[in-house]
């Protein structure tokens, strides 16, 4: 499993290795039931804090991408795609609640907001 | 979490110095880097950790136990390496041995002869003609092979080149993986600590100023740049230690997302390295004291 850390990002370290190992996941370069390196191991391998290491393994466990059984380390979960897309609809709904919400308070219409997201959303290709 | 050293409301005072309730906790199986300026403190508390001194008042327990009734007890389990050479100078490494050896329970020679392997050390030369480096590694070796539970360090990286450092702090990796040991270090290069300390624990004259998770720093701080006309009696309080030109100010913020609303776009916000928190707090000085608390 490759994880390159950058000490010059803006992103903490935790969330440089929460991204890549998600990513791991989610291109199913790491299976299901695949054993992740434990903290400690992953801690002295990318040479940072062990600290670092255990906050990215909450985050990922925390959204359902690994587990962990204690003594026995930390392993790849059952990804449920249903269950990812269905997350991942939440997020978007909540951040174009938000950008709504923001358009109100300046007075930008429905059809400047729409013109707007068409705009960005085919730029972005 | 079980706490490894817990210092209660601890005070010790000194002609023209003292520390003030200091309450510190020190986690197990954790690294915990202790930084400060020069003459704030840290040899004292690292002193009163190890018995060397007493308190005037609080309380100091480690492994959750005081040294009024266990302190032979505590003693076994602690190594401590200091920056300066405790050993008999004109002795071999292994008459040293010979000297520490019985005085632990939990000697083990096989411990001993394994990192005098690894660390390279001659075994038939006296100490005298040890480097800086070398005399680091057998303080090391001889706290490693009583099985110390709790490694405490004096400033052991100082004085040492950059490559042996990072030697060190992979020893360190490997020390900390059965999760059973916990490392109290003090330090001044404070780049170390971005490679290997779980918790920092900052002194400033005499008195706590925080412990935090070495990610959480950065989520809560952040060195603020912008126009001095932004810059009144109201907005100086939300910083310590400004540094003002004609060109504009730098300061710290203890509080990055009240800082973020309040001025928004007005102000760059940036990464704060342990010595810009450091450099600050001095400049700060009392002020911070008060806004943190």
Redesign the interface.
Known sequence: MQIIIS?TS?E???EQIYVQIKKHILTNELQAGEALPSM??L??DL??????TK?AYEELEKNGFIFSIVGKGSFVSEQNNEMILERKRKVIEEQLLSAIQNSKEIGVELEELLELLTMLYKEDT | MENVIELQNVNKAFKGFELKDLSISVKK???TGFIGGNGVGKSTTIKLILNLLQPDSGDVSVFGLNYKKHEKEIKQRIGFVFDHNVFYEHITLSDMKKIIKPAYKNWDDGIFHQYVNLFELPLKKSIKTFSKGMMMKASLAFALSHRAELIIMDEPTSGLDPIFRREL??IL??I??D?EKTIFFSTHITTDL??????ITFIHNGQHIFTK???KI??DYAIVKGETNLLDRDTEQEFIGIRKSNHGFEALTTNKQRTANLFGDMVILE?PTLEDIMLYTKKGNDNYVKSYS
Do not use: C, W
């Open positions: 000490n803006k903490p370290i935790y400690r191991q801690a002295k040479d940072i804090s062990v600290i670092t906050r | 199986g954790f690294v702090l992979d990796h490997d900390m993986q999760g971005d490679r290997i300390a779980d918790y998770e070495h990610y950065e989520e990464k």
